[in-house]
């Protein structure tokens, strides 16, 4: 016995997080595989070094400066001013999702999510004490209304979190779908009269096909409604851990409330800044993304696979009825990608072309 004063709702709880080894080829957790030019490396050295002269003082607690950025960012990648009041940023989407549930869930609220969908989302309620509840998807991985319907009215959540696209299925939710599910939610708030928060999380919608929105086009219309974004996917700067959200300004004010004060350092800041100013490099990267992705699914469909139609960098593809074996098989040929999702699939996520080519190499091997 531990004389440690544990908490009994962690007795069998452990750490996060895929695999990380040391391995050839990683396609295992949706990073850009492309790293930052030499002359963004500079950039940010260049505003590393500025931040680092006054490091000691605390950094802007507000950062102003970077909310303008993400502002513009925004408005050049999905065509909708979001003004910088209405921003919200943290060390990862992953942060600012645990503030949203710090602000809007808690003890005694209940968050529901429609599974298959991003495993960290049952983590983070844990981590607030809140209710956890997912409802279930369609078996091709879509929301059905009366399900989404059904489970909101039910549960009265304070905060419904909806990923498109969603992750590990790659399938993104149709805006008459999200309109109708946000009509649905502007009564199913925990007291009478309240709305539940939905945040949409689109860690990944750079990588959406043509065609597809973002929910930014909707959020000055659903004051209940918040975007989360990510500079970890698409932006490929995923060691930099910077997320972001848009929402109405009385939802920012609740996250400032939970915040740990200066939680995004100086150096973080200017290091997000320089990337911000180089991000119309990315349009190329990206459409490449894109392009082999969808030259993925072919490949893996001529093998007799299956895939889900995927708006992210990354394809969920099956099915085994081993899909360790098949996992270990991949990963012994020097391949790592992910054993995530409904039972028989498997994730992999774009890589460059040597590496997307060593996957399907492997794969052949293997099945
Ligand atoms: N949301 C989704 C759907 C994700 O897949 C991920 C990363 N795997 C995140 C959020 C977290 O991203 P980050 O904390 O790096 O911004």
């Not at 850009?32 to 260049?46: G, H, K, Q, T």
Request: glycine share 6%; aromatic share 8%.
């Amino acid at each position: 016995m531990s004389i440690l004063p544990y908490r009994p709702e962690f007795a069998n709880e452990s750490p996060y997080g895929a695999p990380q080894l040391d391995v050839p080829v990683c396609l295992n957790v949706n990073e850009n595989p492309y790293p930052p030019s030499p002359e963004l490396i500079a950039d940010i050295s260049r505003g590393v070094a500025a931040a680092a002269a006054g490091l000691n003082r605390y950094p802007d607690r507000d950062f102003m400066e970077l909310r303008e950025d993400l502002s513009a960012f925004l408005e050049r990648e999905s065509h909708v001013h979001v003004d910088p009041a209405n921003i919200w940023a943290a060390n990862g989407s992953n942060e600012v999702m645990l503030h949203v549930l710090q602000a809007f869930a808690g003890p005694g609220r209940t968050v529901v999510s429609f599974a298959p969908t991003y495993s960290m989302y049952s983590e983070y309620a844990r981590d607030v004490s809140a209710t956890w509840v997912a409802g279930a998807r369609t078996d091709s991985f879509e929301l059905d209304l009366d399900e989404v319907r059904s489970v909101l009215e039910r549960e009265r959540p304070g905060v419904v979190l909806l990923t498109s696209p969603n992750n590990p299925t790659g399938t993104a939710l149709p805006q008459e779908q999200l309109i109708e599910i946000l009509d649905i939610a502007r009564h199913t708030g925990p007291e009478p009269g309240q709305a539940s928060l939905v945040v949409i999380d689109e860690a990944y919608v750079e990588f959406r096909r043509d065609g597809v929105s973002s929910a930014l086009e909707l959020l000055s219309d659903y004051p209940y409604m918040a975007v989360s974004r990510t500079m970890s996917k698409a932006f490929g700067a995923a060691g930099l851990r910077l997320g972001y959200l848009a929402a109405a300004k009385e939802v920012i004010d609740q996250l400032t409330i939970v915040r740990l004060p200066y939680h995004l350092s100086a150096l973080t800041q200017a290091a997000a800044r320089a990337c911000l100013a180089h991000s119309d490099q990315l349009a190329d990267q990206i459409a490449k993304i894109r392009e082999d992705r969808d030259s993925l699914v072919e490949e893996l469909g001529a093998l007799g696979l299956k895939t889900v139609p995927s708006d992210s960098n990354f394809v969920m593809f099956g099915t085994f009825a081993d899909r360790h074996a098949v996992w270990q098989g991949i990963l012994d040929r020097g391949v790592l990608i992910r054993e995530v999702g409904p039972e028989g699939w498997l994730r992999v996520c774009i890589g460059t072309p040597q590496e997307n080519a060593a996957f399907v190499a492997a794969l052949k091997e293997v099945i």
